[in-house]
């Protein structure tokens, strides 16, 4: 466990999926594999296309394409702007496509308005997608057969591997029914034998829905929306939420209670945070990730290790 979170288990209970451990050692796993294909030719190559000036967005592509080059792959950043015509984002991804020199292409989302993130997902080359979101790839982790695997998802199960959670025959609750997460994830704890349910806004009895999970894993995009009330007592709880607070008046009621959450943003001015609240949380869980060093870390690696993938699937 790395000393950054020993102020977390000093107060609480569950012990941490740490994430960023874990990414550090398959990112490592990926640079010698990008080695090896570098010494039989060119290095595995990743290009981002990036459309407008979404902040958060250019954070992440920034922070995707220098961790493939810190792994020892190539990586570039197509820069579109918001006013690009839909037709044209196709043309880029065609031209992407036909382009022998790249191995994995990824289209960084949300999308700005009047683009189609489906038609986008269908125009890739299957054999590139290393998002995992073309159907071809969707149908083939429904069949449990999967190749690649949307990068969040397929790192939710490296986390609870590494760390000896058992995942067959465990209740696995999942909220959030998104193409990205949500749904590959559900897919993915499916073809492990685990008992799967799906979550979302209309399901009725949330939290005694969540209460009978094993694993619970969060990813709705609300600040600290899983309380106590949702967790068993020993469950491994995932939360794959990053939301920004710039204020204490953006943060939910729970939130504004606590001390860590007042503290970061008196001085800071922001907090990112999870969907669950970690403190409410982590007297009850066996196991918890925090936020930011669970999921987020790993998305990245996982995406790494797609690149990785893509080039040796297409050598
Ligand atoms: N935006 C946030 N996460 C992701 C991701 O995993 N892939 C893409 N393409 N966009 C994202």
Redesign the pocket.
Known sequence: MGLVYSWLVAANRARILDGALLAKSLRERVRVEAESIAARGAPPFLRVILVGENAA?MT?VASKTRAAQEAGCGAETIRLPDSIPPKRLLDEVRRANSDEAVDGL?????LPAGHDPRAVADAVDPGKDV?G?HPENVGLLAQGRPRFV???AAGIVELLDANAVGIEGAEAVVLGRSE?VGKPVAALLTSRNATVTLCHSRTRNLPEVCRRADILIAAIGRAGFVTRGFVKEGAAVVDVGINRLDSLDAAPPNLRRSARVKETIASKGRILVGDVDFDDVSPAAGWITPVPGGVGPL?IAM?LANTVKAARLRR
Do not use: M, R
């Open positions: 967005s992440y990824l289209v960084q989302l949300p998002d979101l949307p990068c969040t990205i998305t995406l």
